[in-house]
């Protein structure tokens, strides 16, 4: 198939407070004047003129993640929202677990989902997960939750998780993402497909 004088150039832009990776610039022929930035996987894809200046670019991304960034934060649950949310699960599916979490932080995790320790009671959640459907998020919540009682994916653990009804559909969800995430490590060769 012919490309025409459409052409594309990406670019990864590493800014301070941002993660490796976090960043797409793509230079597009095709706009002209337009700017345009979206949530794509775990990564904000700021698309913009190819003729746009470097000094406009860097400029413009850190003002584009800024608004991404504003709009999921206002969708975003906080992290008094999440110890609430696993109290409940908890108290709900496996009153027997009275084991709480001190804190459960939101972290910028790409390999994983969720981790817990169990000595201090912490819990982390992927920032992928932000603006997930809540069966997904309250299915890695409780998963993690669990592991304050229970350390190995044993018997007695995974009898606790399949209390939680939506699982299916949750682990759907993650590894769909997942698979997304996979497919855009190499976007100059998705965009010739
Ligand atoms: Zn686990």
């Not at 908890?90 to 989902?113: F, K, N």
């Amino acid at each position: 198939m012919t490309t025409g004088d459409f052409s594309q150039n990406f670019e990864e832009v590493t800014l301070p407070g941002v993660d490796e990776g976090e960043i797409l610039v793509i230079r597009s022929t095709r706009r002209k004047k337009s700017i345009s930035a979206y949530r794509q996987g775990g990564r904000i894809v700021i698309s913009i003129p190819a003729r746009l200046s470097k000094a406009d670019e860097r400029a413009i991304v850190p003002e584009m993640i800024a608004k991404i960034r504003s709009q999921e934060e206002s969708k975003t649950p906080g992290e008094a929202d999440l110890i609430a949310r696993i109290d409940q699960l908890l108290t709900e599916l496996a009153p027997e677990i009275t084991e709480r979490p001190i804190s459960v932080t939101w972290r910028a995790m790409r390999e994983r989902w969720g981790s817990c320790t169990s000595v201090d009671r912490s819990i982390r959640i992927s920032d992928r997960l932000k603006l997930a459907p809540a069966y997904a998020l309250d299915y890695v919540l409780f998963h993690e939750a669990i592991h304050l009682q229970y350390f190995d994916h044993g018997s007695e653990f995974t009898e606790v998780l399949a209390r939680f009804e939506d699982s299916e559909l949750a682990s759907a969800y993650l590894d769909g993402y997942e698979a997304a995430e996979r497919a855009l490590l190499a976007p100059v060769e998705l965009e010739r497909i």
